[in-house]
């Protein structure tokens, strides 16, 4: 049986692998994709596994903020468009659903932004911008990334990541967090 001290040793693993995964963040591609988010008519999320549980996370919080947001898959998802943003996480930069609808969304002359651990990937290369994630992917079966299992630092990074943009285009809105409230689900 695992004793308090493990959860506490594992919590702080954890917190300093993504601590060191912020450090090693490009901020200036962080602005970009950030001003790509506040310049979009509409904003599409789509990862999948546990980073597309993370980018669903995102959605939600953008459209407290007023954002018009879309998770693709979802039944109610429209076509994207020109002047639309598609937002693509995935670790590998390969995972052929996500090629496809990047594809797609390019030859719609919508603009596309992944985020990926690798620079080099098909979906990076698609990309008009691509975030770099310092992260370990699934297959890296090593401890030099990250001592977490499969992409877990990844799928972490990609949520505070999203969080740390909601946070700051939320201070510049100047909207309070009872400005934000009515736009929470009420059908829990």
């Known amino acids: 049986m695992a004793t308090n001290k493990a959860y506490e ?23 970009k994709l950030a001003v790509a988010i506040q310049n979009s008519k509409r904003l599409f999320f789509a990862g999948a596994g546990r980073t597309g ?27 994207i468009l020109e002047g639309d943003l598609l937002i693509l996480g995935s670790g590998s930069g390969t995972t052929s659903t996500l090629v496809s609808a990047g594809k797609k969304a390019k030859n719609q002359h919508a603009t596309l932004v992944v985020l990926t651990a690798d620079s080099q990937s098909t979906l990076a290369q698609l990309a008009d911008q691509s975030v770099l994630i310092p992260a ?12 977490q299992y499969a992409g877990s630092l990844f799928e972490q990074s990609i949520l505070l990541l999203f969080d740390a943009i909601f946070m700051t285009l939320w201070q510049e809105s100047g909207l309070s967090k009872e400005d934000l409230w009515p736009k929470h689900a009420n059908l829990e």
Do not use: C, W
Not at 136 to 147: H, L, P, V
């Open 53 to 79: 549980l993370a980018l669903k996370m995102a959605a939600m919080r953008f459209m407290h903020l007023g954002y018009e947001v879309y998770v693709m898959g979802e039944t109610v998802t429209p076509a």
């Open 136 to 147: 370990a992917i699934k297959t890296d079966f090593g401890i030099s990334a990250s001592e």
């Open 9 to 31: 040793q594992n919590l702080n693993i954890i917190t300093d692998e993504n601590r060191h995964v912020a450090n090693l963040l490009a901020y200036d591609a962080v602005e």
